[in-house]
């Protein structure tokens, strides 16, 4: 029969009133043959009846709804009915059969224990990783998500002098307020590193806090931007005046005790013992995470009325603090690019046609991946999370993949099952059904040891997760759960839900079993290959990671790191970081202070027995902080300036850490710091083939000064692997050579040895300065930590590796074992015609290995632009060699083999008789 003609005689109605023409087509497409004028003319007689009694609009909904109760499920063309066998079918599931479904799935279940444990082992080890790996990104992505118009609120990123240095010029707020349009709040910052003492009262000692990041110095407009509610002052006034600071009620509590926030205010705190302000607000804690968690603020106006305008500039466009930042917020419906457009001829105003500014905005929760921008807390790495993100879904997809590979590889033997069902009036919707409710009570227990397990991981990688990460069932993690079961249930159920009731019983019962459409096994070998591939690229992926943190960690830098310990911190200026620009704008009077003091430190240790020498620096010759400047060059030289790098040592500098004087000489000793060294890369920057023609030129090395060169040094790495070295400047400075390094005599020194020969160093640093916190650290040590990430992106790689690797070996265990029980009697016939067990084994086997080749030859270019890409983050990197690819190869075969290889090696040698037995 055909489908009725939608003319007038059957829709007399105005067109608007007829029912939907989508809903018309859905039902004509997918009725039953024969039936279409039928169910066509019935339901077009009640939406005559509904236009009549509810209205156009009730009725077409009715309408859809009656047509969407009668669709079939699990059809995709009404040629699914167009078969040889029909029955009539149950269109809606029915929840009395809910509990039959349930106890038939528990029973198979229970029937195949092999199977079922290799599935819930490789969802569990899926569901696990992703709800760990939920719990890291939920609370890398909840920084700074709690405030008041936060999507409004950004940080300017500025480039200066060529330079991307994560900082602003001082000028800079306050002229963006006055040129730049848009913008509703600026409010300038600085991050400022002090210890601080609380004087005490009457017979009482001071007490003494260390530095511990939280301090800031701010503009009043800060508070606007970042609202908290106040326990005591005003947004509006607290911080309009100098020497004024503002507490959080955690920190008033820490300095003042349970005192009321009202009487905190007017008490007077000193920072750096010299800085003496007073407390004017008390401010509520923050409960959610922030990178801008500072819990001390100092006015702003505390910086021209105080020593520290001799640090922090801000009249000069060419002097920069390494603190200062600046966060604003945006006017109502002003995007961003409209601030970014305008920052270019604000550059041209304030550096005319010099190149080298830009600036753009960035938004607030981008500061959590930025370890410049807000306080100095523990940041987290984008490029880590997003690796974290991958592996999750390719770990619970290859732990899907396995289930479907299991499942249809076991569809043979559920043919005769499926038959005898659709025989007794069984239909596809309840067939699949049951086969959902299997997946679903596998998947519910996978996430039950899921979750069970996760505490115990979390402990075992506590290195690598955050502090902050706790495990708890709320409602969030809950409904992630929830989430993962219904997902992993779709994906796992549906292709044998629908691949096992297509099965017709006039086949399946005449004991044909081979699957319709399965292609004599497709489907399972090209699921085989694509777990390799994936298997496959995290294994190359670990080959090269490891192959270049090998690299990076054991390169010759240019100088020794052995043995060497590095006092103190180089960050000890009142603003907690390095200056851009002429060292006139140091704190002299307390840099020669602080310097005698080293000085004598430093002979104290030289005495000590076990320490073979020790010289004054500002930085180890590779280290974070830098001191830079992007004007050098020749003396009158009409060459293009370029970027120079300085390191802070007298003489001893060059002996202390083995590099060597290529050209020219060392500096002299009691050398005034007139004359520098510079690096072989400098010289050829400024001009010179021959690096000894340098010798004896005068170097621009800063706004107002020069410097005769007295020698060439070869060169050495000053920063991680990742950026390019510039071209360095060895000056000597006696003001800024703040740190201690230590050469230790480690030759034939136990380890007891060494920690009394640092615990005679904490006393000997405790003599000199008993209010500092004794810190030290080995330079390799530090070296290493500048590829912390990189570190922890392997052991992720190679975790990765390992459950993938591990899941896809389950996988082919379950297979390996499924094929030998089915080809029983082949093997047992090959034995009995002179088949030998090598040959039996390599039967079984070859067909693993040629399908990891292809695995291998389509993962070897997907691996190699991935990890390309990943190494074009080191400036210098090892090469992409083909032999990673080859051993990834026979790894991946060598495990392959292992796996299958012990169940071929049991099945060749079995008896024949006993699989032969029953013919």
């Not at 659709?422 to 998947?443: D, N, S, Y």
């Not at 096992?500 to 079993?513: A, E, H, N, W």
């Not at 054991?554 to 960050?571: E, M, P, Q, W």
């Not at 000890?572 to 080293?598: H, W």
């Amino acid at each position: 029969m055909g489908s009725l003609n939608h003319d007038d005689k059957h829709f007399p109605e105005p067109p608007d009133c007829r029912p939907p023409r989508w809903a018309i087509w859905l039902l004509n497409h997918f009725s039953p043959a024969g039936m279409e004028d039928e169910l066509q003319g019935d339901l077009q007689e009640m939406y005559t009846y509904w236009l009549k009694t509810v209205g156009i609009s009730k009725a077409r909904w009715r309408y859809i709804s009656a047509v969407l109760r009668l669709i079939r499920p699990f059809t995709w063309s009404r040629t699914n009915w167009n078969n040889n066998y029909t029955q009539p079918e149950t269109f809606v599931f029915q929840p009395a059969m809910l509990p039959n479904y349930l106890k038939i799935a528990s029973r198979k279940l229970a029937r195949n224990k092999i199977y079922s444990f290799i599935n819930v082992l490789g969802l569990t080890l899926g569901i696990c990783t992703c709800l760990v790996i939920y719990l890291i990104t939920q609370y890398e992505f909840s920084f700074d998500n709690f405030h008041e118009d936060r999507d409004r609120i950004y940080c300017v990123d500025a480039m200066v002098f060529g330079g991307r240095w994560n900082c602003v010029p001082g000028p800079m707020p306050a002229a963006m307020r006055q040129e730049m349009s848009g913008i509703q709040t600026v409010a300038a910052y600085q991050t400022y590193s002090a210890s601080t003492t609380i004087p005490g009262d009457k017979n009482e000692q001071p007490t003494r806090f260390e530095d511990d990041g939280s301090v800031a110095i701010v503009e009043p407009q800060y508070f606007d931007i970042f609202r908290y509610q106040w326990l005591s002052g005003n947004a509006a006034t607290s911080l309009s005046t100098p020497n004024s600071v503002v507490l959080t009620a955690e920190k008033a509590r820490k300095y003042f005790g349970d005192t009321e926030p009202d009487k905190i205010i007017g008490r007077t705190i000193f920072y750096q013992d010299s800085l003496m302000v007073r407390v004017t607000g008390v401010v509520a804690d923050w409960t959610g995470n922030s990178d801008y968690n500072f819990s001390q603020w100092i006015s702003y106006a505390t910086i021209p009325t105080s020593f520290l305008k001799r640090d922090i500039t801000l009249d000069s466009w060419d002097n920069l603090n390494r603190s200062s930042q600046v966060m604003i917020k945006l006017a109502k419906d002003v995007n961003p690019s409209q601030i970014d457009a305008q920052f270019i001829s604000f550059g041209k105003r304030h550096y005319g046609e010099k190149k080298g500014f830009a600036a753009q905005l960035k938004p607030l929760p981008g500061a959590h991946f930025h370890p410049e921008y807000g306080s100095m807390s523990r940041k987290a790495s984008l490029p880590v999370l997003y690796t974290l993100i991958a592996v999750a879904g390719f770990i619970l997809v290859l732990a899907i993949v396995n289930f479907v590979n299991l499942s249809t590889a076991q569809s043979m033997q559920r043919a005769r099952e499926i038959g005898v069902r659709k025989v007794l009036g069984g239909g596809r919707p309840g067939i699949a059904m049951q086969f959902f409710t299997e997946t679903l009570l596998l998947t519910i227990a996978a996430t039950s040891l899921a979750v069970l397990m996760v505490k115990p991981v979390m402990a075992l990688f506590a290195d690598l997760m955050p502090k902050g990460v706790h495990f708890q069932i709320d409602t969030t993690t809950l409904l992630f759960l929830l989430l993962v079961i219904a997902v992993t249930t779709f994906l796992a159920g549906f292709y044998p839900a629908r691949v096992l009731g297509s099965y017709q019983p006039t086949v399946t019962l005449k004991g044909i079993t081979a699957t319709p459409g399965s292609g004599k096994g497709t489907l399972r070998r090209g699921l085989i290959v694509f777990q390799f591939i994936i298997s496959l690229m995290f294994i190359i992926a670990s080959f090269v990671i490891g192959s270049q943190l090998r690299y990076v960690l054991h390169a010759d830098l240019g100088f020794k790191t052995d043995a060497v310990i590095t006092l103190g911190s180089s960050r000890n200026t009142s603003s907690g970081s390095s200056a851009i620009g002429s060292d006139k704008n140091m704190r002299k009077q307390q840099a020669i202070l602080e310097t005698g003091k080293i000085a004598v430190l430093a002979g104290k240790i030289q005495q000590l027995v076990g320490v073979e020498q020790v010289i004054r620096q500002w930085k180890s010759p590779m280290d974070k902080l830098h001191s830079g400047f992007g004007g050098g060059g020749l003396k009158n030289s009409t060459e293009k300036p370029i970027d120079i790098s300085f390191h802070f040592g007298n003489e001893d500098y060059i002996s202390f850490y083995g590099i060597k004087v290529i050209a020219g000489r060392n500096l002299l000793p009691e050398e005034s710091g007139r004359e520098v060294l510079i690096s072989e890369t400098c010289a050829r920057a400024l001009g010179f083939a021959d690096v000894s023609k340098a010798i004896g030129r005068e170097l621009v090395a800063s706004p107002v000064d020069t410097y005769p060169i007295a020698g060439v040094v070869a060169d050495f790495y000053e920063n991680s692997f990742h950026e390019a070295s510039w071209p360095i400047v060895i000056r000597h400075d006696p003001a800024r050579e703040t740190t201690i390094a230590v050469k230790i005599a480690s030759k034939g020194m136990a380890a007891g040895e060494l920690q009394t020969l640092i615990d005679k160093i904490e006393k000997e640093w405790k003599a000199v300065f008993p209010e500092k916190t004794f810190a030290y650290s080995f330079l390799d040590d530090s070296i290493a930590n500048m590829y912390a990430d990189d570190l922890r992106t392997e052991r992720l790689t190679n975790m990765a590796m390992g459950i993938t690797v591990f899941i896809s070996c389950l996988g082919l265990l379950g297979l390996a074992i499924f094929s030998t029980e089915r080809r029983a009697r082949e093997i047992g016939i090959r034995k009995v015609l002179g088949a030998t067990v090598s040959g039996i084994m390599v039967m079984l086997c070859k067909e693993i290995v040629l399908l990891i080749l292809i695995a291998l030859l389509i993962a070897s270019p997907l691996a190699w632009y991935f990890m390309h890409d990943w190494l074009q983050g080191f400036a210098y990197r090892t090469a992409l060699s083909v032999w990673i690819f080859i051993i990834a190869g026979a790894v991946t075969i060598s495990l392959a083999l292992l796996t299958v290889g012990f169940q071929a090696m049991r099945a060749a040698m079995a008896n024949p008789v006993k699989s032969l037995r029953s013919e």
